[in-house]
């Protein structure tokens, strides 16, 4: 497939004290053989420039894969590989509570798609 550029916006949290974040992401889809892949990395582009407001996160190379378990049909696996800088003044420790919420959060909007 081609090559595609999204926008995406995350909401503010804890009350304010994280401000939200938006990137700008290229991407490339590979369906082969069963196995759908994702993979991508911030770009920079003329047309979205950055906002007020928000915190211009940057993603490093990575990528996503949903692959069918061999011998049991219905059932995938997901890899998910992460480069993520989310830039501004966030607390560690407040990103290590976040993510793990938000890749279930990630892997149940996966799991309603191919229900």
């Known amino acids: 497939g081609d090559v595609k550029v999204s926008y995406q916006v995350t909401s503010e949290g804890g009350g304010g004290v994280v401000s939200a974040r938006d990137f700008v992401y290229g991407s490339k889809t590979l369906v082969k053989d069963g196995t759908f892949t994702i993979g991508g990395m911030s770009v920079e582009v003329a047309e979205q420039p950055e906002k007020k407001g928000c915190v211009r996160a940057v993603h490093g190379p990575g990528c996503q894969i949903v692959q069918p378990v061999a011998g049991e049909p219905g059932k995938s696996k997901f890899i ?10 966030i607390p560690s420790s407040i990103i290590e509570i976040a993510m793990p919420s938000a890749q279930l959060q990630m892997i149940e909007c996966i799991s309603k798609l191919t229900a």
């Open 80 to 89: 998910w590989l992460m480069d993520c800088d989310y830039k501004g003044m």
